[in-house]
């Protein structure tokens, strides 16, 4: 059913993902479904002192959730409801494929490209050498879409 589709989108620090979480929103809000936000912290290295290490993770974390916050209320403002919001620690591309893997309700992962320099890291590897991987359907949107465009796509 239409409603049960998440349309994961991966929030990085890319200009690029205000596109895809338009496209994403609008998508759910004229077809149904909900959007689930990803963000993916770097992992903390290694620490001579644990404390310091502990303390940087939990401000990632921290800056993470205010970083999604403030994403949900966009999404709640276009599709009228709550998103659903992811934080993992790692490899970005190993923990897409890992939240991928683990909830069968993501049913389509949103990227946007990026407007210079190629398509960008995430993009090129689940395009090309990590595309077997997948397990649902990658839409790509192309990351200088404007509004207008994105509303006539959708």
């Known amino acids: 059913m239409p409603q049960d589709r998440v349309f994961l989108v991966v929030v990085d620090d890319s200009p690029e993902r ?8 609008l998508r759910v809000r004229k077809s149904g479904g909900r959007v689930a936000l990803l963000r993916v912290t770097e992992p903390v ?20 959730e205010q ?3 403030a994403l949900a209320a966009q999404v709640q403002e276009i599709t009228g409801g709550l998103p659903m919001m992811l934080i993992r620690e790692g490899d970005p591309l190993e923990e897409v494929l890992g939240a991928l893997g ?8 949103v990227l946007a490209t990026a407007t210079e320099g190629g398509p960008g890291p995430l993009v090129s590897a689940l ?8 397990r649902c359907p990658m839409t790509i949107v192309p990351g200088g879409m404007d509004d207008a465009e994105l509303d006539r796509v959708t």
């Open 18 to 25: 205000a596109v895809a979480l338009r496209y994403a929103c």
């Open 45 to 64: 290295g290694l620490q001579e002192w644990a404390g310091i290490g502990a303390l940087m993770q939990e401000e990632r974390r921290q800056e993470a």
């Open 102 to 109: 683990e909830d069968r309700r993501i049913s389509i992962l």
């Open 67 to 69: 970083l999604l916050s």
């Open 127 to 134: 395009a090309g050498r990590h595309a077997g991987r997948l």
